[in-house]
């Protein structure tokens, strides 16, 4: 965490990062896409290995500035509400695993609150490159994940953040790159973390944006192999025309 970039982020006079109005990182008409009801994001065409995936907003205008601002600007303030937007993603991705349990016990009604099947189902974040976190000085999505997971937590899911994807080999960055580059730029390109234990536990994978889906889905593969009871995906925005 860049705790300089977070302080300064809290003091530092502050216009709105959505539409630059008013004193607010964040003012209500810009935020108002992050309270969405969740849908579900259909990739056209659809890759292997891509598990069901959630999505809040379209991944245009004040949102892509909301999330650039996020993972590019250094505006840390923006983890909350991103990470709110992305909590609700995550309750339908939830209930795909069928595997959720609420603390507390009781019968599990598929809706991701009842007993436990399988423990705590893991939130796993698709890890940004190394190289892209050392520039910015954070990792955006374990942040707005870790806000995510404590939302879900308060209101009784199960579930517990768990970063146990690494890169395996250097990756290109994906904006620019056409669907067919995508899916070479990520294939193969993600393992476990060295003691990290997924098999028999559901897995939710989270992002900020899905566009193509060839990294969730090579996510998928990993988690997959690794012995994964369920998997499926919530993100906070989706590409235009890939959004149900």
Known sequence: ????????????????????????????????PL?????????????PDLPPVWTVTPYDGTTRELITAHKERGRLCLARPLGLSLARALVPALAETGACGACGGGSDGGDG?????GGEVLVVPVPSARRAVRRRGHD??????????REL????FA????????????VADQAGLTRTERAANVSGALALRRGAQVAGRGVVLADDVVTSG???????RVVRAAGAAAVAAGTVAAAARRRG
């Open 1 to 32: 965490m860049n705790v300089l970039a977070e302080v300064l982020d809290l003091l530092l006079p502050q216009s709105c990062a959505g539409c630059g109005r008013g004193s607010a990182a964040l003012c209500g008409d810009c935020g108002r």
């Open 35 to 47: 309270g969405s009801h969740p849908v579900r994001a259909r990739p056209s065409p659809v890759p």
């Open 113 to 117: 609150r009842g007993g436990s099947r």
């Open 140 to 149: 955006p999505t374990r942040r707005m994940v870790a806000v995510a997971v």
């Open 153 to 156: 937590r308060r209101q009784g």
């Open 159 to 170: 579930v517990v953040a768990a970063p146990v994807l690494r890169h395996r080999r250097g």
């Open 214 to 220: 060839a990294s969730l889905a090579e996510a998928a």
